[in-house]
């Protein structure tokens, strides 16, 4: 059913948990495992270089690629530049994903209200089934 999921990170413990849903789902299904880190363009300030998201962003890739090998699921992993929710959509597009798992709660707060959550706008404009995961009891 399910042969390539992308799941997006931005390294938050809500993304971490939505890895361990993809992995799992990865390993059931034997799918190769996404792994999509968005260096967001309207967030990055001229103090913090886009390499120094990028660094972080390749650390949030490591973790869930860690996740993945542990439990034999293949990965790929990258790191783009642009706004979250097209980054992850055209990704998808990209790759032929047959599925998206992602958290429903980032590391934006208060600019979700702002400018909308990401998830919910992968939701309305993904081809493919996105499956949002919510963050722990603990941790909402």
Do not use: Q
């Not at 400018?115 to 996105?130: F, K, M, N, Q, T």
């Amino acid at each position: 059913m399910f042969g390539h999921i992308l799941v997006p990170t931005d390294g938050s413990t809500h993304a971490v948990r939505a890895a361990e849903y993809a992995v799992d789902l990865a390993s059931t299904y034997d799918a190769v495992l996404h792994v999509l880190y968005v260096v967001d363009v309207r967030t990055s300030h001229a103090d913090t270089p886009v390499d120094d998201e990028s660094t972080r962003g390749v650390s949030a890739v490591e973790a869930v690629a860690d996740l993945a090998k542990a439990r034999g699921v293949p990965v790929e992993t990258e790191i783009r530049v642009g706004l979250p929710y097209r980054a992850i959509v055209e990704y998808a597009d990209d790759h032929d994903t047959d599925l998206v798992v992602m958290g429903t709660h980032g590391t934006s707060g208060l600019e979700r209200y702002l400018i909308g959550s990401v998830a919910e706008r992968v939701v309305r404009l993904s081809d493919v089934p996105v499956m949002c995961v919510p963050p722990a009891s603990d941790d909402a």
